[in-house]
């Protein structure tokens, strides 16, 4: 708590808008964590309602999406590492991973202590349910997205980039993120007027 009482958490996870995606890359349009994060949350969410509705599935898809909304916001305080560095190595990803844990440690002190662990339930949640499971591969989607988007703007910067996304997305083994991709992945080529 700051000394005029008040709590840090959501000043902090408002900077969201301010760290950029790609920075390695040029982009034709600018991407950041907090557009990131609604992004993969709306894509977790769907993949949720596919598994249920078509695939005998019983997982909370408002859980799902809530935890999406959160999964970069330890962001705010570490950045965000471009993925080639990311996993360049074992012991490189693994500090990350430690980074990524103090970071979340940190932003759970900036609320009051009565809503701490309501929150730590949301940034640590286990990346290997069912629920994590399903935003990776939101994520993942949402990753092959910015890529598409990029291509249709004539930024050739992304065409490998889309190449080794798309495999990573073909080796997700749900239902729900093949269904997604036959009946959503390609409309995200279109422009607004062929939308229509």
């Not at 809530?66 to 012991?91: C, Q, R, V």
């Not at 959503?184 to 080529?189: G, R």
Request: aromatic letters at 12%.
């Amino acid at each position: 708590m700051s000394e005029n009482g008040q709590y840090s958490f959501f000043a902090f996870l408002s900077r969201m808008r301010h760290i950029y995606r790609w920075s390695l890359m040029r982009n034709v349009t600018s991407e950041n964590i907090q557009e990131h994060s609604l992004q993969v949350a709306m894509i977790a969410h769907s993949l949720a309602l596919i598994r249920n509705k078509f695939f005998g599935g019983s997982v909370n898809a408002e859980r799902v999406a809530l935890l999406a909304m959160y999964h970069d916001s330890n962001e705010t305080l570490t950045g965000d590492l471009p993925t080639p560095i990311k996993y360049f190595n074992p012991d490189i990803q693994t500090a990350y991973k430690e980074l990524e844990s103090l970071s979340k440690e940190k932003l759970l002190s900036l609320l009051p202590e009565g809503l701490q662990e309501d929150y730590r339930d949301i940034l640590f949640y286990d990346e290997k349910s069912e629920e994590g499971r399903l935003i990776k591969a939101a994520d993942r989607l949402c990753a092959y997205i910015k890529c598409l988007e990029e291509l249709k703007a004539g930024n050739g910067e992304f065409q490998k980039a889309q190449q080794a996304i798309y495999n990573k997305v073909q080796e997700i083994d749900f239902p729900e993120v093949r269904y997604f991709i036959d009946h959503f992945l390609e409309n995200f080529k279109l422009t607004l007027d062929e939308l229509n």
